[in-house]
Every structure is written in structure tokens, then in C-alpha cells.
């Protein structure tokens, strides 16, 4: 076989065997990751809208995707929706819930890159032990901790707005970024909900 055409026979040989290769283990690990997608999308709800018993999924009229929540009697109690914000690391993606009078029950950031000690503070979970608490052994269980930075979204009225605008939301010092970027994801979730709350 003359050299010119064997070169281009083999790299195409070894391209189909990669390229078929990619694919088995792309159908294999696809079903995975799409049901780990689904068991935090359903962590999230449960943690944004702690009183929902189940959520429909709902698309507005621009194709947004939210979720109607719906208590243990079927009843309507609110809506979640996912945000994006512009973070200094990158995105910030963010749950929110809100109940009927659309004030937010609840938000999760789902992923984040934010400058470690600074802007990952949106996740951050303050411990309540101290030397003395674990000394003595009483130090307080703190399973049921959430992260102080996201809690202080409970409760308000949208769209929120960081303290030094006139809102609600104490930003995180030195990650002023960080802050604004969840403040636009969670006012982003909200606006998918578009019609919800029109009667």
C-alpha cells in the first residue's frame, strides 16, 4: 500500500474506534449524570420551598422553565425558578422559591467559582462551636445550619436589592461581586416566573 494513502486509512481507523469509544461511554454515563442532575434540581426545591410536597414543571411563554409547588393537599403554596448572575470566578447559579404574596422563601446556590475565602462565602456556613462548647461537649448540632448569606433572603420582597441600595441583603465584605452577582441570579429566577402570579 503505497504511503500516501496508508497515513490517512490509519488516522481514519483510529478516529472511528476514538469517536465509537466517546460514545459507548457517553451512553453509558449519560443516564447517571442526568439522574444526579434530577436529585439535586429535587434538593434544591425541597431546601428553597421546605413546605412543598411535590412541584410541576411549568414554561412561560419565552421558554423559560420554573416549578409550581404544591403542598400535601395539592394546594398551590409558591413557585421556584433558577438565576444566573455574573460572578468574578463566573456564573453564580442560584434556586430561588417565593410563596403566593411573591416573597422568597428560601434560595440555593447551585454552582458557583467564586475567589476562595472572599466570594465562595455565598456558601458558607457559620459554625456556632467554640473551645469552650467543644471542651465541655455541648457543642450544638449543627446538621440543620444553613449558609447566614443565603438565609438573609428569606422573607424579602422581590426584587432584592443589597443594603447600600436600599435593600435587605447585608453584601459580604470584600466580595462586593460576589454579592451583586447572587442579588441579579436570584432577581433572574424571579422574572422567569412572567405571568405566574397574573390572574
Not at 105 to 124: H, Y
Amino acid at each position: 500500500m503505497p504511503e500516501w494513502l496508508r497515513f490517512p486509512l490509519v488516522l481514519t481507523v483510529v478516529g472511528l474506534i476514538s469517536a465509537a469509544s466517546l460514545a459507548a461511554l457517553n451512553s453509558v454515563t449519560t443516564p447517571k449524570r442526568d439522574a444526579e442532575r434530577s436529585k439535586e434540581r429535587l434538593e434544591a426545591l425541597a431546601w428553597v420551598v421546605p413546605e412543598a410536597a411535590n412541584f410541576k414543571t411549568t414554561i412561560n411563554k419565552f421558554g423559560d422553565v420554573y416549578y409550581a409547588a404544591y403542598d400535601d393537599k395539592d394546594e398551590l403554596i409558591g413557585y421556584a425558578a433558577e438565576g444566573k448572575g455574573n460572578g468574578y470566578g463566573g456564573e453564580i447559579a442560584v434556586m430561588v422559591g417565593v410563596d403566593g404574596s411573591l416573597r422568597i422563601t428560601g434560595i440555593k446556590v447551585l454552582s458557583q467559582k467564586e475567589t476562595p475565602g472572599l466570594g465562595d462565602k455565598v456558601e458558607e456556613v457559620r459554625s456556632k462551636k467554640t473551645w469552650g462548647t467543644v471542651i465541655a461537649g455541648t457543642s450544638p448540632d449543627e446538621r440543620g445550619l444553613k449558609p447566614w448569606f443565603q438565609e438573609q433572603f428569606k422573607g424579602s420582597p422581590v426584587p432584592v436589592k443589597l443594603k447600600r441600595d436600599g435593600g435587605t441583603i447585608e453584601a459580604i465584605t470584600g466580595a462586593t461581586v460576589s454579592s451583586n452577582a447572587t442579588i441579579e441570579a436570584v432577581n433572574a429566577a424571579v422574572s422567569k416566573l412572567g405571568g405566574a402570579f397574573k390572574k
